[in-house]
């Protein structure tokens, strides 16, 4: 499996909690900061027809996970 791209912020706490959770399962992954680049601000909002929920966690497959709970999180790595 490639590394998922994680897109976030640094000043959300539900990024910091999903990305807790990946180190914690010792997931590889790529952290993209939505503020600090604008093409990643623009493929967020395309995937969210317009909006930009962060994280959005996006996986090799094509699927992606918006704002997940951890549960959420979970069961899409253990597929």
Same mark, same amino acid.
């Not at 897109?7 to 000043?11: D, F, K, V």
């Not at 962060?54 to 966690?57: C, F, K, L, V």
């Given at each position: 499996m490639s590394e998922p791209i994680v897109?976030?912020?640094?000043?959300c706490p539900d990024v910091r %909690?999903? %990305?807790?959770l990946l180190d914690r $399962?010792?997931?590889e992954y790529r952290y993209v900061d939505v503020e600090a680049?604008? $093409?990643a601000e623009a493929r967020v909002r395309s =995937?969210?027809?317009?909006a930009r929920r !962060?994280? +959005? !966690?996006v996986f090799d497959d094509g699927t992606f996970l918006v704002e997940p +709970?951890? $549960?959420a999180l979970s069961a899409? =790595?253990?597929r």
């Open positions: 897109y976030g912020a640094g000043w %909690r999903s %990305r807790a $399962e010792g997931v680049d604008a $093409e =995937l969210q027809d317009g !962060i994280p +959005t !966690i +709970t951890d $549960e899409h =790595l253990a």
